[in-house]
């Protein structure tokens, strides 16, 4: 899982414990806690060999905890920000923004994560990094389903190597 999610379990792990203190309402409310972290960093998501790939990012983390029209229980995430991805190097470099949005039932234990993750274009070599769509996970990280192509996920870095050498 790449580093700049860290907040994202401690936003689950603080929406559960809420959760578990509050009594469950018959019906929608207002959330019951929102709250917005700037979040940035630097993160090595390849290695290519003779250099690595490093993603410098910066962005806007919202976590919202809140109960729905049936009164279950979620956690609405929304991260959105820029990526820098470079080489080891510092000889390439290219910003892509990133925008996705996970919602997690947390009385079914499920996560559902839609949006961009990745998706870097290099000049002369078009899309070479793309990590886009939908992920369902249960708690403990199975995927339950997906959609779109998720190199990121799949460890997939062979043309964003070549298109960066």
Known sequence: MNAR???????????????????????????????VEHREGSVQ??????????????????????????????????????????????????TSPFHNKILVDLDAALGNAVGVNFAVTVPGYGAVFMDVGRLVVDEERNLQFRAGPHQAVDADYARLCEALK
């Open 45 to 94: 998501i390849a290695d290519c060999g003779t250099f690595q790939i490093i993603d410098d990012f910066a962005g806007n983390l919202t976590v919202t905890v809140f109960f729905d029209n049936d009164g279950e229980s979620r956690l609405d995430i929304d991260f959105q920000g820029i990526d820098s991805i470079r080489t080891s190097s510092g000889e390439s470099s290219y």
């Open 5 to 35: 999610f860290s907040s994202i379990t401690l936003g689950i792990l603080f929406g559960v414990l809420l959760l578990q203190l509050s009594s469950k309402p018959a019906a929608a409310q207002s959330p019951i806690v929102t709250f």
